[in-house]
């Protein structure tokens, strides 16, 4: 199945109360690259995380804007994707998604330093992966496919069931240094195909966001959804 696809209840195909990922990362490196389609952060030997029986080893994390990931039709204006390798060859990617609000301690550190379209920085300094990250309690995983060429398949999905936040000036200075979207379309799902590991009641909430964020302000949003 290819990546990414919208998250409905018809995709879901059980619910689990387990909490089966654990997150092993250090400092990373500051090492930006602009391939005409995102910004990548390279960063092996930067840690790991544990799903299930298998170790897979940080590479790299990068952006898409909007959301290339959707919750019930709902798209949200961006998205984390951290790329995991395992010494097999297997990828796991794990997804952030983020609404407009505060700004991002983790995007902060480095966002000043976004390179333009062809460009790259490096710095000697260090980035903190694991502050908002070791917050989560829940997640969707799927099997999917890479979301850039050459789309290879066989890949273990995480996508965050909390929702992280960015300020409007992060978003727009992200945007504006492409001037067009940087997320691939959605992709068809297969019925329950989808796992949802945590709390049944936030993952009411989740499939109904769109109807949440039309009626309630932001603040509520968030303080609903953590």
Not at 139 to 156: A, D, I, K, Q, R
Request: aromatic letters at 14%; proline letters at 7%; charged letters at 20%.
């Amino acid at each position: 199945m290819q990546s990414p696809i919208d998250i409905q209840p018809s995709t879901l195909s059980e619910f689990s109360d387990s909490y089966d990922l654990r997150f092993k990362y250090h400092l990373a490196p500051l090492n930006l690259e602009n391939d005409g389609y995102t910004i990548i952060n390279h960063c092996p030997q930067t840690g790991s995380v544990i799903f299930g029986d298998e170790e897979y080893f940080l590479e790299q994390f990068h952006f898409h804007s909007p959301s290339e990931h959707k919750i019930n039709g709902f798209q949200f204006p961006f998205e984390m994707h951290f790329v995991h390798k395992s010494t097999d060859g297997y990828f796991l990617v794990i997804a952030a998604l983020f609404g407009i609000k505060y700004p991002s301690m983790l995007l902060t550190q480095f966002w000043d330093n976004l390179p333009p379209i062809s460009k790259s920085f490096k710095s000697e300094r260090k980035l903190v992966l694991t502050t908002s990250l070791t917050r989560v309690e829940g997640y969707f995983h799927y099997m999917g496919s890479l979301t850039t060429p050459p789309y290879t398949e066989g890949v273990n999905w995480i996508i965050l069931d909390t929702i992280f936040t960015l300020s409007d000036n992060q978003l727009q200075n992200y945007r504006n240094i492409f001037g067009k979207p940087t997320n691939r379309e959605i992709q068809p799902a297969k019925p329950k195909s989808v796992v949802h590991f945590g709390d049944r009641g936030d993952l009411s909430r989740l499939l109904n966001i769109g109807d949440i964020i039309e009626k309630k302000p932001l603040d509520t949003l968030y303080s609903i959804l953590y």
